[in-house]
């Protein structure tokens, strides 16, 4: 198992043992800071928006192109839906997924996704943010992260709540808005 293209692959081994999220980082603590390829252009820095605007980080859980976390799917199609709204507040979403390339390409390309769409296979971003893992997936994670590259907000996946609320990320993201 070599290759992270399809569903049973070296992603799935890693990920496969359940593994809650961690408390860490928390809020008030500066973001880990990564470097990923993102669909469409050039890799992403988290650091390179420090001082530039605050960011809406989105760790998604997508299994394979055509294969959608049932919690997690609505959720990306509501960010779909109202991405202009986070840029209105002067903010950028950056999506995460754990799909290689190959799969993350076509995942753009079918739900037609406005915003910059970032992978990590290996699952790294995911685990320096805590994320947690079941049943060969990284689990979602939603984080706020402001101008000076300090965590404001932070999501973990339950069964409860599973992705953070898009009114509740609004408001936080329009606190975050310079005021003068």
Do not use: W
Not at 63 to 70: A, D, R, Y
Not at 115 to 137: D, I, M, T, V, W
């Amino acid at each position: 198992m070599t290759q992270s293209s399809g569903f049973f692959n070296q992603r799935y081994v890693n990920n496969f043992v359940p593994l809650p999220g961690k408390g860490e980082p928390a809020v008030g603590r500066l973001a880990p800071d990564f470097e990923l390829p993102r669909i469409g252009g050039d890799s992403v820095k988290l650091s390179d928006y420090r001082g530039q605007q605050p960011i809406f980080l989105a760790f998604t859980r997508i299994f394979t192109e055509k294969l959608f976390c049932p919690f997690c799917y609505p959720h990306i199609q509501d960010l779909k839906q109202r991405y202009s709204e986070i840029v209105d507040r002067g903010a950028e979403l950056l999506m995460i997924s754990s799909t290689d390339q190959v799969q993350s390409e076509q995942i753009v390309s079918d739900l037609d996704l406005p915003y910059p769409f970032l992978y990590n296979p290996k699952c790294e971003s995911f685990r320096n943010y805590g994320a947690g893992q079941a049943l060969g997936a990284p689990l979602p994670a939603q984080y706020i992260v402001d101008v000076d590259g300090t965590i404001r907000f932070r999501h973990m996946f339950s069964f409860v709540d599973h992705n953070a609320g898009m009114d509740e990320v609004l408001t936080i993201l329009e606190g975050l808005i310079p005021q003068g």
